[in-house]
T-cell receptor
Framework: DTEVTQTPKHLVMGMTNKKSLKCEQHMGHRAMYWYKQKAKKPPELMFVYSYEKLSINESVPSRFSPECPNSSLLNLHLHALQPEDSALYLC?????????????FGNGTRLTVT | GIQVEQSPPDLILQEGANSTLRCNFSDSVNNLQWFHQNPWGQLINLFYIPSGTKQNGRLSATTVATERYSLLYISSSQTTDSGVYFCAVEWSDMRFGAGTRLTVKP
């Protein structure tokens, strides 16, 4: 069983909808991440939170809005998405700092934008 | 930015065979990890290995940081080993290679 839990597993949304992806970890980690993965491609980093503060934002469009309410929770708010945003969205956690320890991933949310 | 190259891109094995996957990187890194993504999309961390050698059952990994490469060895492969193997390196943040897609046939 994974110790990083993502909900929902699948999400279908229209381009005018607002939805949120949720991630929770119970590993005591203080860094949390959002990655986006298109089919047959590697995961691409979107956002990094370290000690609940946004530390990396990889030039992601503003229609994706991250939120870290506390050290265990990470949300990704979605608004006015495009069909090309359809992908697997992966949450991960680790200990922060240079030479980060192992990344642990959730099972992902498979998003389809219609 | 840092370049991460994995080889081979695709590999087909008969069950029971051994294999070696390679990850080359273009700059010094703080961190290197190997992951297995199964056909359902789940990413499992296999090794955190910035340097040296580690073993876990039928899998082992070696990173030679001074020569900027890492190797993942799979022995006595099983059909459940199928999927994509990624290496990821930390430069300013964790960057993934393109992966090696492994198919193990019964």
């Amino acid at each position: 069983d994974t110790e990083v839990t993502q909900t929902p597993k699948h999400l279908v949304m229209g381009m005018t909808n607002k939805k949120s992806l949720k991630c929770e970890q119970h590993m005591g980690h203080r860094a949390m991440y959002w990655y986006k993965q298109k089919a047959k491609k590697p995961p691409e980093l979107m956002f990094v939170y370290s000690y609940e503060k946004l530390s990396i934002n990889e030039s992601v469009p503003s229609r994706f809005s991250p939120e870290c309410p506390n050290s265990s929770l990470l949300n990704l708010h979605l608004h006015a998405l495009q069909p090309e945003d359809s992908a697997l969205y992966l949450c991960a956690s680790s200990q922060p700092g240079g030479g980060q320890q192992a990344l642990h991933f959730g099972n992902g949310t498979r998003l389809t934008v219609t | 930015g840092i370049q991460v190259e994995q080889s081979p891109p695709d590999l087909i094995l008969q069950e029971g065979a051994n294999s070696t996957l390679r990850c080359n990187f273009s700059d010094s890194v703080n961190n290197l990890q190997w992951f297995h993504q199964n056909p359902w999309g789940q990413l499992i961390n296999l090794f955190y290995i910035p340097s040296g050698t580690k073993q876990n059952g039928r899998l082992s990994a070696t990173t030679v940081a001074t020569e900027r490469y890492s190797l993942l060895y799979i022995s006595s492969s099983q059909t459940t080993d199928s999927g994509v193997y990624f290496c990821a390196v930390e430069w300013s943040d964790m960057r993934f290679g393109a992966g090696t897609r492994l198919t193990v046939k019964p």
